[in-house]
């Protein structure tokens, strides 16, 4: 039975992976991530992960999916050029990929891990539930569960910063714009430009 | 069911992050490579936690959560910024740093 809720969360989970790198539109690839996430949540209940699971549904598959979901709608789904700045880079990638599979699989199976090949320890019936990760985030874990909180924080005002309207930038550009900024900007940053967009 | 099963998943999932992120070349779908990339990372941990029967390293994987978090959004706003720039939304076209 576990053996058959690994395979199939495993495939679900591989399935979904490739879907977002395979996928021409940046909308599909948010929902192949999807199916990824929660067959991940999956994977994490049968490593007995309550709370990790709970949290990645919650949090990847509702929130910041959610973000994805609205920014592509936003930016809208373009078409890759099919321009390849390093030759033979589709050739390349893959090799490179399955190099660094081999390489990682190497690194860890040929550990002296004695218990990889094993069952793991029988654990007590509260193992990973919220209780218990709670009691090690605020005993255990108290300052790297703050700081991570002051790193959040500052992530959000960052990205208010990143994406405001650009007031403020625009007051800082000098008149007389400098030849660098012409050729990026092919539309000239007239004042009106940051109220349009 | 064994530790490797999902030690070796994970390492599988970590290079399939990796090869998006060598292939596609619009910003959007880096950042959600980086999201396989990170998750795999999570897996490990996890798996890990359990093959020694110690639930901090569940701790580690939601830490982990909360920096992916962090990346998502540092990444889409630096995104929507270069949209309303109205600069190409495609990494080998941004390239004015490069030396």
């Known amino acids: 039975m576990e053996e058959v809720l690994f395979f199939l969360a495993a495939i679900g989970a591989l399935g979904g992976a490739f879907g977002v790198i395979a996928m021409r539109n940046p909308f599909y690839s948010v929902l192949a991530l999807i199916v990824h996430l929660f067959s991940l949540a999956a994977l994490f209940l049968l490593l007995t992960a309550a709370f990790v699971a709970a949290a990645q549904v919650v949090v990847y598959a509702g929130a910041v999916m959610v973000l994805y979901v609205f920014v592509v709608a936003y930016v809208g789904g373009g078409g890759e050029s099919a321009w390849e700045p390093i030759p033979g880079q589709r050739f390349l990638a893959p090799l490179l990929a399955v190099a660094l599979f081999v390489e990682l699989s190497v690194a860890v199976l040929s550990s002296s891990l004695l218990a990889l090949g094993a069952d793991g320890p029988d654990v007590p019936a509260g193992f990973g539930n919220p209780a218990a990760i709670g009691r090690l985030l605020l005993e255990k874990f108290l300052l790297p569960f703050e700081a991570s909180s002051i790193l959040l924080l500052l992530a959000a005002v960052g990205a208010i910063v990143l994406a405001s309207n650009r007031r403020q930038g625009e007051g800082d550009i000098p008149d007389e714009p400098s030849p660098n900024r012409e050729e990026g900007m092919s539309p000239s940053p007239s004042p009106t430009a940051g109220a349009i967009s | ?99």
């Open chain 2, 1 to 99: 069911m064994n530790t490797d099963w999902f030690v070796v998943l994970s390492a599988l999932l970590f290079s399939t992050g990796a090869l998006g992120i060598l292939l596609r070349r619009s910003p959007m779908v880096i950042l959600l490579c980086l999201e396989l990339m990170l998750n795999a990372g999570n897996l490990a941990l996890v798996a890990f936690s359990r093959m020694v029967g110690n639930a901090q390293g569940q701790v580690f994987a939601v830490i982990v959560m909360v920096i992916a978090a962090c990346e998502v959004v540092v990444g889409l706003g630096l995104i929507v910024a270069i949209f309303r720039r109205r600069l190409p939304l495609d990494v080998d076209d941004l390239r004015e740093l490069r030396g």
